[in-house]
């Protein structure tokens, strides 16, 4: 389902299903897991961002709104075993909207309405719309999805062996990469991830799973070289996913909420900065 998109906010909650009562006794064990993209699959998605970054450096006080939505129909081309990402694939946006903060509004994005092609040619993604290749500018939020070189996959996040419904399971931090982009150092040995099965419920056939994740992160890291400066804070993350957990469809919602504190010094001085935003992505097969 979300295996190759798990951004670093979030949402609290589970969108889908939540009404539903939870199937089974607490003796049955479930061994999750999550399909990752396959060659073929035709897919509706839906992803939104939104929230705000506050900077502060040099007395100065910079605060930014962040709010971006996208959707699209994907078809994957092409997916080798093995790999993390498809490496060629047709998007066509329906949606595909950012804020702009000059004109206080959502701005629409240069593919919006249109379809692009995504192919991997080398160790880099091309995107080309009506057979022209978008600009580095255009291009740069799906140069970024795509270019994730530490981005792991869902997997990391799962239990290792089956388990009941209301069991949590520890998760090694080193974990974090699934969750993408982090742009500051982590100090695994201060940070702690957790899962928990919630429920485990029926739909359209097949078995779906509730799992919440409770994410603290510690940032920090030593002076390095001369220039290179230290970062300390927190990042707390809290969510989960609500999708199939037999490994038969990538159908599914997936939520997260980070709220982030740091401060880094380096030879140009003291930064802080305060994050606190939301993300949504949304699976489902075309019909």
Known sequence: MLCRYIP???AIGILVGCKKNPEGDSSTTYTIKIRSEQAGDRTEEVESESGTSDTVAKGKNEKE????????????IEMPAGAVKPTKLTRTYKVAQQFDSKTGTMKPLPYEGKTVAIEKKGANYTFTV????????DAGDLTREFSK???????????????????????DPAGV???????????????????????????????????????DLAVGSAAGAPGMGSATGTIKMTGGFDTVIDGSSREGTMTLSTKMDAVIKDVRGEMKIAVDM????????AK
């Open 149 to 171: 070189a530490n981005a792991g996959k869902i997997d990391d996040f799962l239990p290792k062996s089956a388990v009941k419904v209301g069991e949590s399971w520890t998760i």
């Open 8 to 10: 670093l906010v979030a």
């Open 177 to 215: 990469k699934a969750l993408g982009a982090i742009p500051l150092p982590i100090d695994l040995a201060r940070s702690k991830i957790t899962g928990k099965l919630d429920r485990v419920y029926t739909k359209d056939g097949k078995p779906w799973g509730v799992v919440s994740l409770d994410c």
């Open 65 to 76: 709104k962040r709010d971006k939505k996208v959707e699209y129909h994907e078809e994957i």
């Open 130 to 137: 009506d057979g022209k290749k978008l600009s580095a500018q």
């Open 278 to 285: 939301t993300a949504t992505k949304t699976v489902q097969n």
